[in-house]
Each structure stands twice: as structure tokens, then as C-alpha cells.
């Protein structure tokens, strides 16, 4: 196709998930000389980012629009604080950074394009990631009118840009600035709740990853010789005040005390994994995460429920509920039918989950040190004692072993004599 | 009931599970009180023990055989591995070592018994914890013709010694001798997988453990300032060599390697919770464990499982075989129908489960720094590429997404819009 | 014990579930006979039954009071509709009938308990059944400081009466009429969503049941040999009318309606079943059991989910509530944590439950003809069709069946071949 | 693209599934245009056809070679009776009559299409349903390296025959015999385990189907008015022998027998459903099928297991078996690791189930009449019985009940009271 038979803007309006980097710069241009008008959507979901350059830059290459959304406040009280409610996670290690941003941004990407008349919304996502499909699912849920353009699932575009240079040497053609002439030799995506990294020389499994990749975190071994303490409040298994005696901190507010976990967390060396997953289209990769402030969060979370929520629907939650979520969140199925009842399902097992837990950081380790609870009083010291009767009849345990072993005692008798 | 009026053995032979402690002494002459000949059973499942001394005591106090019995072979190859296996877990955290080592034991015990004629078999624990519980169902599974003694739950034994006093006073109107005047303030179960420590002053769930408690592993602040790295090995997901370049370990034998295991993990540190667990019969408890080598093997054991096994069938066995395998073992049903099946079917999904794993471990942390499989090939560089093409045609991709959607297009017109 | 020894109701109030048989007449005698003042409580929950009659029985032999209260509304509508809600089933077979009656009557008992200052609770079930567990799980967590007499666990009571003729002596001896000289060879439990049938000749699971134990329905021989038709509407899950053409019936109350589905079943031989069930306590059991009504509910509310439920919706309620509820109700944990957590959700699936099922009953079948949904919109002729192409682009399933084959290529080539 | 164009056999050898019938005789003939040899597939699963006439038809229309495999004992073998053994099903109606009889023929049809050089392999399924996903990821798992051409999802093909005029014009035109002038209105699948019917007339979910659709079973209203008994024995799980004394009949091939099952259940009108079901690729879909022998089986194997399964392996195998079985198998997802790994398990699930049940049938329904074993014996008359007091000492129940409601009591004093 000849870009000169194209009437600009011909094709409507197109809101763009715009990074300000390489690839949606580039996006952005192309789209434009396919013959769409080009509206620039950047989400601040906390990670770091010159947005005002981001913004400068999306108008000079041809953006109508530029629309810049802080949305870290709903990111933590929408989607992370549901994850921490119900101990969210993929293959029993991946704590979903990636996955619970997803549904915040696109939301507001739905949003602005539906008040700006949008025909089109775009994205700079690979073809063979999990990002593609969690956007779009998202897209289509919250809006099955609006069109998508995924230009690296289109083959006049990917064939035309089969490698970073050839994005570079359009970038020059266009007049694109380009920041930084090298890129590291890895991706990342970076948020309130973490940073990940994967591809180039980490898609050798065996790979270790360089000291300076990790962003986030210090590294343990970097990290202070002196433990911190912190306390972290749970009021309906959300956290809802953090207290550090040892710097003054004392905090309530949803996204500053999330925001002060990071920082400790930081700083101790907390939250690094290194991990091959299963990417939903059936692709194993290989991913390193650092989730600072979640990872506290996560331990202190699931200590708090040990001493606080009754053990069957503890174990109701485990099993049905934690798994189930995780895998719809990395699939990219929070706006769903599933998706919906699931996140109707969770509050109702935290009423709960009240009360603190006691936190030492340390090298890369946080180590729960005591919990309490004022309201909770499912745990009963007297009948928990070795030492006192409490109340309960030693009899009774007979009975409960006697009867449990009916079962057994049938098999047993045939199966193993 | 006075014990002049009982015929010494009238009651017929019982087997004790005998530890050479104040609770089981006590329950081995009370038990002759009682006109039983009784035999004590000694099992070394690695704990720290002076087995000799324990067997001197025994016959001492009047046991008419003492059986000390080496199982720590048994234990690695058929419950510890298996747990590794599967990454059994109760409760997310717990890594289960009690529980494990149950089955083992009492599956002794009762050949034991068997072999010398005993019509009873007895135990020293509470009637308020699960080991009663564990114990017996084996008991009963494994030969239920036996009948079981639990003197902590006959009134007449546990009204007669309300409190360690008793147990005291006993001891020395008997001639039972006592090695330790004072107790610690707290109870610990001791084996080559792991320490438990619960009762005293830990049942405040606040309260942190004294430095002194832990004693397996050294303090995280006290390890060695330098990490040091293992590679672990798997052949279908049992581990068959560790290496450690480092202080020129490399081992095969299951349990020289396990131990080994235990002896890095215990220097750097690594494998303390402290936690507040439901137990089977209803009470929440609180418990602290180390679990040094069993750590490890989880954390490797997991991370090689993301290189080389199929999606679904990590996720069929994280959501149906390692739930229900870790509470069967809480509640003492390793030898029970459902335990029996698990068993079997633990071992098929372990097949591919080969490769090798490195770890670093440095101050309470194990950390993964790559990993490789030369026989497995789910893994594939070129197709998780997000450079190289590989074989993938972005086109699949859009339509595996809209496929998708067709449903929550339906949805969303309706529910979110 | 001497009775001659017992003042009268020096032990207390308490409050008895009677039937008015033969043996919760006896232990209303007896229970007084133990210094109790007996305080007689009789559910209306739909059996057939002369309750007047029970209620001067009652006071003819001893109690000082007696409460008769017809819960069959709250029973249709706080138990059964959330089982038909739910689908609720034990083995994959048996419909809970008499499960679901008991949180009913219990809470009723525990009510007048209260309002009487009764400071204990009775009933009649043996101590091998499920009854007994239900009835005082159900008392325990409704009020915790109420004490249960369970006399078949009392060894004074059932050594006095190890079999019905020393029931019967002991009527005879106290005045107790007898209705029936002879009882027939099984149990039943009767109430309006079904009866059971067990023990006496039915413990032999070879033995098919005379023609003439069966009593809520017409033996499918016997029934009509024209089909009926009937429509049964839902809203949001629940039942809301019933429409019979042949027979001039539209009701919409729950209680009418129930009844009304209990009519057509029976008179056409729906709704029996006979099978081998696992008891809670861990023994097998054999039971019959007619449910009339509530079989054509669930046929028509499951086949009206496949219309207007969402696949993933319906699939995690099939996998993640359904079995859960049904051994929760079985066990009687209604009133417990996790009971309160899955009655919360059940409705939370239902929303979308709205339509019409067209139902044929002929001789024993309930057959589905035709079902419709005025206000759901998941099912969609035109994108159902295979002869429509319907906004469907079979290039998308292309996409679909590649991507799905990624990880099966793999693995067959490694597996397979 | 010009059809005069195209050489002969260019495209390398096809090995077409061919049914006879005008869809795929007109693919054949298509794929012959297109410049593939056609070699012809003709899987006999037990459908009603005439197969040499298939056959001449094949060569006539220009197929080189023609199999046609009786593959019915296999697929009795290795998939029936494994969905017999973990009672499969999916959205708890549908016996995947359709999904049981595609891994068979698909294994078939690769193996031919490796011995006779074959590059590609096609079928004439729609793009809409789910058999082009079951074929195609069979295929895909048995043979990576051979091609798939799905003509359906060929815009070429599909625009060029919109409906079934063109199909018969296009016949008429190349010289393609046509048996049946019109076509029925609605589609149908048969094997010897099922027939489906959809599409069409059907397409309405509450049209209710004409009587003269349902082919395999005589409706109950013409079915017998005296009931017939059967007998059928198991062994591990598997139907072994039936045996009905009333016309003489007792056969233990596993063929004769499945094929008996049949006739009995179709001449009493045993096995009809009406439903509406999620398609894989998310669409509703409504379908009509008659399983008569898998009825019999299905009800009569789950009683058996009532009486011979221990408790807790029925719940497993009914949790964490049967609907990720169902799911899978309706999916096509029968050769994967988590198909091989379920088709592992579930005979390990099923070795006590050894039997007989006693089957009455009549007008559409079979009831069980009872049930026996001589083998197993989890079932204990004695230990069951409400009379005799059978090894079990109701105080046990006594202390069973206390300890469940340990957890009740907290709670219910909290939450309830």
C-alpha cells in the first residue's frame, strides 16, 4: 500500500496506549500514515517515567491528543489490595505485577476513547506475550464496539520493522526523537507494585542476570546490616496503617503506605524472583520480577489469616478462590463473568482479617516476629495450651480418632495385611 | 485403682513409642503400674539423641526389650521425597516435617509389635494435638487388631499428673532418672527434616521466639557474611546430586545428600517460619520450624518444575493432588484409601521433572541464579523469543484473542456498559 | 441410679425435638425420669403427621409444654431454593433432602430454647447416623452455652433399650400409648422436599424394596399413560411460577408452588432413587428416597443455566460450590463459617438465572422440551448457527486451535511418536 | 486462482476424513482441484452407513486409495469404558458421545497418513463447532510435522459454497453422485456410543424436537409396557458381563456387550437428553443426543460405586477427576500431557469396583433394583445397621461431634448470637 493514497485521519480516530519509548513512538507515526488520527494515552501507574517529555515528544511526532492519567490511586485500592485480600498468585510464585495493572489502564484507555469518539484503540504489544491478550480481553468486555489495531500482529507493519534497527532507521526517516541509542539487553515493565524483566540475554534460562539489572531492589548483599521492624494493620485483610518505630513512620493512606513499603522494602533487598512461567498462549519464559512493598504485604497477609480466619474457609479460599483468580488475572480475564464474581467473592472472606503483624527486614528476608489481634477471637490461648485443659475433654479427641479411623480400619485391613 | 491388685504383664504386651524423655518414662512405669509388660520403641528419624542412653534408661525403668531403629533412609526415600515431590505444603507455609515423619515411625511400630506379639501399641502424646491423631489413624490403618494406649487421655493417668510437678515427683518416687531439672519453655519435635517448637511461652502468639530457641539453623544476622551456591539436581523430581563447587561437596546418596542439604541450609540460615496453624481437631496453634535442607529442595524443586513441566499439568497438580496431599499428611492419612491413590499418582507427574538447578544462599535467603534440563524440551529459546519470530505466526494470536472474547463481548455489552 | 433418687426437674429445662413415636415419647418419659423438665418441640417442615395428636401425647406423658411450628415456608425458601439454586447433590446423586430440613428445625429449637431459659437440648437420633451430627453441629454453633442430651449415646439409656421391645415394655409400663403395635421393617424421615427410607430389611443393599414402601409417589407402572406438561419460571435462580395448561394451575408463591411440583411429580412417578451412600462418620449405608418436587426443579434450573449461564460461571460453580455445599449440608455444617461464606455466594451466581423451562412428565421421566429467556442474551441463534456466518470469522478459530496446539506439538513430539 | 493452473497432485498427498455424505464428497473433488492427491478415510465407530458404497463413491469422485477401518472394539475399549470408569461429563448432562469417538479416529487417521506419505490431513468440520478443534489438536499432538487443511475455514472454500445449494450445484457440476435430495433439518453425529442432533430447526432452544428425529431409541410414550431387568457386572471399574434372564442373553466381549446395552436401552427408550451447551470456542449451542448403552452403564457403575468406593477416593476422583476428565475430552485435549496423566489416574481409582447391579428398564427410565460384591467389603451390614450395635461404641460419636463444633462454638458465639 502507498502511503501517499492514504487521506489523513481517514480511517478515525485511534487512542494509542503510548509509552514515549521506541516502539509506540514509532507506532504512532505509522498509524498516522495508515490514515488515523493518532490520540496519544499514557496511564502513570507508578512507574518512573518523564511524563511531561513523554507528552512534548507524542505531539511533536503528530498526537491530536495527548492524555496523561494518574491512576495509582485506584491501581492500589482497585486491584492490588483485591490481590493481597486473597494472597494472589501464578504458578505458586509470579505475584502478578504485570496482570493487576492491565485492568486499571486499559479501563481509563475505554473510557477516553468512548468521550473522544474513538473508532480505534492501539497498543505496542508483541505478538507472542501475554500483554496482547490481556489488553484486548479488557477492550472487548468494556467496550466490543471500539476496533483494535495490534500492529505487531500485522503483517505490513511487522515485516516492514523485523528488528530494533529498522525501528531506529524510521525513527530517523520520521523525525522520531530517540532517547537512548542502546537499549539493555532486556525488557521491562515497570509499575507501582513491581518491575519485570525478560527477553534478550535473560531467554537463557541458565542465564544469571547482572547485578545492575535489578532496579528496584537493593541487593541483599548491599542491603543494611541492621534489621528494620516495621508493623503492618490489616482492617478487613487490607492493610490500613504501617508503623516503623525506627524511622517515625506511621501511615494510612492507601497509596502512601504502599508507597512507603516500597521504600522499606527496597532498601532491605525485598522481593526478587527468577522464574521460568507459562505464558497463556502456551509459550514457557523466562521472567525476573522485583515486588517490593507486595511481597510485605503477601507475608504479613497470609500470617495475619493463620491467627484470624477460620480454617475451613481458609482452606475454601486456598483452593477455590486464590487459584482461580490468579490464573484469570495473568489471563488477562478481570473484566468477565468469573472475573466479576470472583472479586464479589473475595471481601466476603476477609471480614475477619483484622488485626497487625510484626515485620523484620533483613538482607532480602522479611520474617514475621509476633501478630495480634484485637476483635478476632477464633484463637484461644487456653484451649490452644499444652499446659491447661481449656475446656476441652481429652475423651472427645478419642471419639473424633475412633470414628475417623472406621475407614481406615476396613481398608487397612484389607488393602495392606 | 490400686496398682498392688494388678498381676505384673496380666494386661498383655505394649509397644511404646518411647523417647527417653520425663512424659514417656513416666508412661512406661505407669504402664507396668498397670499390669502391662511393656517394650520401648525407639525411633532415629535423625533426630539429636543419645539413643544408647535412652536404651539403657528403658531397660532401667523396666522395659523388657528396647527396639532402637534406623529409619532415616526410609524416611528421605518415602515420605520426604514424595513431599518434594509434590511441594506439599498445609496451610502455604507449613512445610509439614511432623507430619511426614509420622508415618514412617508408626509403620515400624507396628511390624514391631506384630513380630513380638504385643496386643498393644501406646504413644506419649497430648489429647489435644494432631500426633495423637496421626499416630493412631497409621496404627489402626496398618493393623487393626492392635489397640492402642493413650495414657493422656485416660482420666486416670491425666488427672493424676495435671502438670510437669507430677510428672516429676513420679519420676523420682520410681527411681525414673531425670536428666534436665528444669524444661525449656516450650516443646520440640526433632527430626532429620525438620524442629518444631510450640506450648509455652509461644502460645501468646506475640511474642518472639528468644534468639536461643532456634537451634538448627544459625541466625541470618550471625551466617557468613559471603554466599555460597549449590546446583541441586532432579531425576523425575527426586533429587540425585548435590554439588557445591564451593567446599567441593558432590553427593548422590539420597541421604548424604539430604543431610548435606540440611548442613548448607543450616549455615546460611535458611528455612525458619513462625506461624499460627489450625490444627486437625479444630484449635488454632502456634508454631515455629525450621526446615533447613527441606527449604531448599522446595524452592529448587519448584523452580526447575517451571522449566520442564507442561502447563496443565502443573497446574492439575498444584490444584488437585498438592492441597489435598499436604492436609492428608496434616491429619494423618498417609496410609488411607485417598493417601494410597495420592501416592500413586504423585510419582506420574514427575516423569520430565529432570534437570538442575543453582541456588545461592546467603543470610536466611535461597535464591535462584539459573537453571537447565538436557533432556527436556518444553523450554524453547527461539519460540519465547520476542526477537526471533520462531516458528509463531502472530496472526494465531488474534485469533486465539477474539475467540476469547466472544464471550465476554456478550457480557460486557450487557454488564459492564 | 435410682430415679426414686431425682427430684423432678432439678436438672433443668430441656427442650426435646419430638415425633410422637414410640421413641421420642419414651425419651420425653425417661428425660424426666432423669430430673428434667421436659419441655416438647414439634417442626412442621411438611411430613405427614397429626400434629395435634402429638401435642396432647406430649402432655399426656409428662411435658409441660409443647411447641408446634410450621416452618415449611422458611424451609422452601431459606434451604431448598438455595439447593436448587446450587444444584446441590451428594454423590452425584442424592438430593439432600433430609439435610436440608435440619438447619431449619434446629434454629427454631434453639429459638424456643432460648425464650424458654432451657438449658439443654434433646432429640432422637441414633449414634450412628448423620442426624445426630447435624442436629448438634447446627445447636452448637446457633448457641454454644446450650447443652446437648443425645440419650442413644447415654449408655444408662441404650443398654436399658437395646432393641424396640423394650420400648415398647417400657410404654406399656408407663403409660405411653402406642399407636402402632408393629413397626414397619425401615426407617423414614418425611418432610416436604422428599422422604428416606433405611435400615431394616433395605440393609441389604440386594434387596429391592417392596412396591408398597414406596409412599410419596406413584410407582411408574402406575402412573398415567398420557404425558402432563408443566413450565416452571425462574427469577434469578429461584423458582417463581409454575404453569400447568392441562390443569388449569399457575401459582406463584414459593410454598404453593412447591407443593403444586410435588403433586405432578408424584402422581407421575418422579423423582425415586435408591442407592449406597457414605455416611459422615465414615460408614456406608443404604437409603431410598423419593424427592418429588424438588427433581423436576433441578432438572429444569440446571437445563435453564445452559441457556442463560455463562460457561466459566457455570463451570466454577459446578467445580467450586456445588460439591462443597452438597457435603457441607450432608455433614451439617450450615451454620458454620463456611456455610455462611457459600450462602452468600450461591446467589451471587444467579443473577443471569431468568427464563422459562418447558418440562414433560411421563411414568417415572421429567424431560426437558423447550426453554426460553426473554431478558438473557448469551445464547445467540445467529452466532450459534451453522449455516449463519453471524459476526464469526472462521479464521479467528484457525488462530485459536494453533495457539491451543503450541504446548500439544511439543509435547507430542517428545511423547507421542 | 485459476483451477487450470494447478498440477495434479502438486500439493502432495491429502488424507481426507470422509463420510460419504455431500460435504466432504465435494471437499474431496475441492482438494483434487487444488492440487492435492486425495486418499479417502472412512472410520467405522459404530454409524449406521453403508461403507463399501462410501467407498465406491471415494474412488468414483477421484480418491486414489480409500481405508476403511472398523476401529469399534478399540473405541469401546480405550474410551467408553474409561468414561464409564470416571463417569464422565460435561456440564453434568452431556456424555460426550461425539468428544469419546475423536481421539480414535484421529489416531487412525495419522497413522495412515504417515504410512502412505502423506504431507497433509483434512476434515470437512465446520469452523464454528468444536470437532475442527478435537480433530485438529489430535492431530497437531500425534503428528506435529503433518499439515492440516480445514477447507471451512478456507475463505476460498467457504465463500465459494455459502449454503448447501451451492454444495449441490457444485456436485451436479463435477459429477458427484447425491443419495438424499433434500437434507434433514438439522445435523446429526452417530457413533456406537451416540447420535447428535443440532443445527437447523434446532437452533431455537425451545422448539421441541419432532418425534420422528430421535433415530436410536423408541420414545418412552411407544416403548414396552412391561419392564426389562438386566444384570451388569463390573470388574476394576469395567463392565465385564450383562446379563438379562428374561431374553436369554449373557455376553462378556466388550464389544457384544456394549453393543447389547444398546439394543436393550433403545427398545425402552433409555438415554435421551435436550440441552444447551458452551462450545469450547465460547459460543452456546443447543444439541439433542441419545446415549442408550452409556446411560445403562453410567447409572449403573456410579450405584456399584456407592457400595465398593471408599468415601474419600469418590470424592476425590468425583472433584479432581471426572470434570477436568469431562472438560478435556470436550475440549479434544485427549492426547496431551494432562490426558495422559488423567487416563493414568483414573484406573487407579477403580480397583475395588468389582460388582453387579440390577438394572430395571422401563419407558425411558433405568432403576436400579439393587447391588452386590463378593469381593469388596466397605460395606458392613452390622456396622451399618441402626439395630445391631456392630464394633461401634456411640460415645465415639459423642467425641467425633464435640471436636467438629470446637470451631463452631467460637464462631456461632461470635457471628450468630
Chains 1, 2, 3, 4 share one sequence.
Not at 498509524?31 to 488520527?37: A, D, N, S, T
Not at 505531539?59 to 494472589?88: H, M, S, W
Not at 505475584?95 to 480505534?120: D, N, W, Y
Not at 520474617?367 to 475423651?395: A, H, I, K, N
Request: aromatic fraction near 8%; charge should be negative; glycine fraction near 8%.
Amino acid at each position: 500500500m502507498s502511503s501517499a493514497a492514504v487521506t489523513p485521519g481517514s480511517k478515525g480516530k485511534v487512542l494509542l496506549a503510548y509509552s514515549g519509548g521506541l516502539d509506540t513512538s514509532c507506532i504512532l507515526v505509522w498509524l498516522i500514515e495508515q490514515g488515523y488520527e493518532v490520540l496519544a494515552y499514557l496511564a502513570n501507574v507508578g512507574q518512573e517515567e518523564d511524563f511531561e517529555a513523554a507528552r512534548e515528544k507524542a505531539l511533536k511526532i503528530g498526537a491530536t491528543k495527548v492524555f496523561i492519567e494518574d491512576l495509582r490511586r485506584e491501581f492500589v485500592k482497585e486491584t492490588i489490595f483485591p490481590a493481597v485480600q486473597c494472597n494472589a498468585i501464578y504458578e505458586n510464585i509470579y505475584l502478578l505485577g504485570t496482570s493487576v495493572a492491565r485492568p486499571i489502564i486499559a479501563r481509563k484507555q475505554m473510557e477516553i476513547a468512548k468521550q473522544e469518539g474513538c473508532t480505534h484503540v492501539s497498543h505496542g504489544c508483541t505478538g507472542k506475550g501475554n500483554d496482547q491478550v490481556r489488553f484486548e480481553l479488557a477492550y472487548h468486555a468494556l467496550n466490543p464496539s471500539i476496533e483494535v489495531v495490534a500492529p505487531w500482529r500485522i503483517p505490513e507493519f511487522y515485516t516492514r520493522f523485523p528488528g530494533r534497527q529498522h525501528l531506529l532507521d524510521y525513527a530517523e526517516q520520521k523525525g522520531i526523537p530517540v532517547s537512548q541509542t542502546r537499549g539493555k539487553p532486556w525488557s521491562t515493565d515497570e509499575n507501582l507494585f513491581h518491575i519485570s524483566y525478560e527477553a534478550g540475554i535473560l531467554e537463557d534460562p541458565n542465564v544469571t542476570p547482572p547485578k545492575d539489572m535489578w532496579k528496584l531492589t537493593v541487593d541483599p548483599e548491599d542491603a543494611p546490616d541492621t534489621p528494620e521492624r516495621i508493623e503492618i494493620v490489616f482492617s478487613g485483610g487490607n492493610p490500613s496503617r504501617v508503623i516503623n518505630k525506627g524511622d517515625g513512620t506511621d501511615v494510612t493512606d492507601p497509596l502512601d503506605l504502599f508507597v512507603y513499603l516500597n521504600t522499606v522494602a527496597r532498601r532491605n533487598g525485598v522481593g526478587r524472583i527468577d522464574i521460568v512461567e507459562n505464558r497463556f498462549i502456551g509459550i514457557k519464559s523466562r521472567g525476573c520480577y522485583e515486588t517490593p512493598g507486595g511481597t510485605l504485604l503477601r507475608i504479613a497477609h497470609m500470617d495475619l489469616e493463620g491467627l484470624v480466619l477460620d480454617r475451613e474457609v481458609r482452606a475454601y479460599r486456598d483452593e477455590h478462590v486464590t487459584p482461580v483468580y490468579g490464573r484469570l488475572l495473568y489471563n488477562g480475564m478481570f473484566f468477565s463473568p468469573e472475573g466479576d464474581l470472583l472479586n464479589k467473592i473475595i471481601p466476603l472472606t476477609q471480614a475477619s482479617v483484622n488485626g497487625t503483624v510484626r515485620l523484620k527486614l533483613y538482607k532480602g528476608t522479611a520474617s514475621v516476629e509476633g501478630r495480634w489481634s484485637d476483635t478476632e477471637t477464633l484463637y484461644d490461648m487456653d484451649e490452644s495450651s499444652m499446659d491447661v485443659q481449656g475446656g476441652f475433654e481429652p475423651l472427645d479427641s478419642q471419639g473424633f480418632i475412633k470414628i475417623q479411623s472406621i475407614r481406615l480400619k476396613k481398608w487397612g485391613a484389607k488393602a495392606l495385611n
